[in-house]
Nanobody, 121 residues
Framework: QVQLVESGGGLVQAGTSLRLSCTTSGRTFSNYAMGWFRQAPGKEREFVAAIDWSGDSTYYADSVKGRFTISRDNTKNTMYLQMNSLKPEDTAVYYC??????????????WGQGTQVTVSS
């Protein structure tokens, strides 16, 4: 059974930083692309960032480019999202997602339970 568990969310002030982690169990983590999505209250879920199996290729939504960094440590079965210069509009539930191939695609078969990030102004 594949499980994705996020951690690191919380309440922070605008302009500060936060790092989310996502640990995967139940499959060979290093074989698959991973990503982050988020959903703000009253809004649709949106793509945030993705990373291929090796960590060499990364992709970002325009809204977070230059502020967020996605990375992974395949020895720890863990993916990270470093979020800097946080804005109130970054407030959302952040979901860790797992792909079905080594390369980033549009579909993700596995989702975590989500972690709340709240940015106060």
């Amino acid at each position: 059974q594949v499980q994705l568990v996020e951690s690191g969310g919380g309440l922070v002030q605008a302009g500060t930083s936060l790092r989310l982690s996502c640990t995967t169990s139940g499959r060979t983590f290093s074989n698959y692309a991973m990503g982050w999505f988020r959903q703000a209250p009253g809004k649709e879920r949106e793509f945030v960032a993705a990373i291929d199996w090796s960590g060499d290729s990364t992709y970002y939504a325009d809204s977070v480019k230059g502020r967020f960094t996605i990375s992974r440590d395949n020895t720890k079965n863990t993916m990270y999202l470093q979020m800097n210069s946080l804005k109130p509009e970054d407030t959302a539930v952040y979901y860790c997602v797992g792909g079905n191939t080594r390369w980033v695609g549009r579909d993700y078969a596995y989702w975590g339970q989500g972690t709340q990030v709240t940015v106060s102004s």
